[in-house]
């Protein structure tokens, strides 16, 4: 009987098997150290676009700080302003206000009456003068109620003598006192606005 060696055959055989695994395990390594390195890649451009998407955002949210900041500083400088012009109204009408005082006590104060003193504290004034006849005073008391003044109240109404030596017959005079409230500015500026629409 013949002994065949197939040894040499199963050799080729193995090797050619080898190769292939070897083959075939180079590309997929291949292939794997391709797809890790696209893998990184793609992580790398996606990290890089979210740290630009951060410094964008963070930019963004600066300018907004800022807007907000300049605001806020627009806000406290119109309230300012705002306390200022008010105040400044305030004022003009304290200033207006003694003004349409003395212009009030000259169109209501009857010829014949005669104003010696006016004092003012606040809001309360003080009048002080004379005139021949009492009814003339409460001419004048009631045509003080008509104006910018309030709660008019005649205090003191005196007869004065003549001074000796005067000839004039009936020249007795009559000093009074009268005290009033003047109005709140609004309230007057009121009233002087409807006077001046009528």
């Known amino acids: 009987m013949v002994k065949l060696n197939f040894l040499p055959h199963r050799l080729t055989e193995n090797k050619k098997r080898q190769q292939r695994f070897y083959g075939w395990l180079g590309g997929f390594m291949t292939t794997g150290i391709v797809a890790v390195l696209a893998v990184g890649m793609t992580l790398d451009q996606q990290i890089t676009q979210q740290s630009l998407l951060m410094q964008t955002l963070q930019m963004e949210h600066g300018k907004l700080d800022t807007e907000l900041n300049d605001a ?8 300012d302003l ?4 008010q105040e400044l109204m305030r004022l003009r009408l304290r200033q207006n206000q003694t003004t349409q005082l ?17 004092k003012q504290q606040a809001a309360r004034i003080t ?14 008391v009631a045509s003080l109620n008509r104006g910018m003044l309030t709660q008019v109240t005649l205090t003191d109404i005196s007869t004065a003598r003549p001074q000796s030596g005067s000839d004039i017959p009936g020249s007795t005079s009559h000093r009074f006192v009268i005290t009033a409230e003047i109005m709140a500015p609004a309230t007057n500026l009121a009233i002087h606005n409807s006077k001046a629409a009528q």
């Open 127 to 140: 009048l002080n003068g004379n005139a021949p006849a009492p009814a003339d005073i409460l001419q004048f």
């Open 72 to 79: 806020k500083i627009l806000h406290a400088k119109i309230i």
């Open 82 to 85: 705002t306390q200022r012009r």
């Open 102 to 118: 003395l212009q009030t006590l000259a169109d209501q104060t009857p010829s014949n009456v005669h104003l010696q003193t006016l």
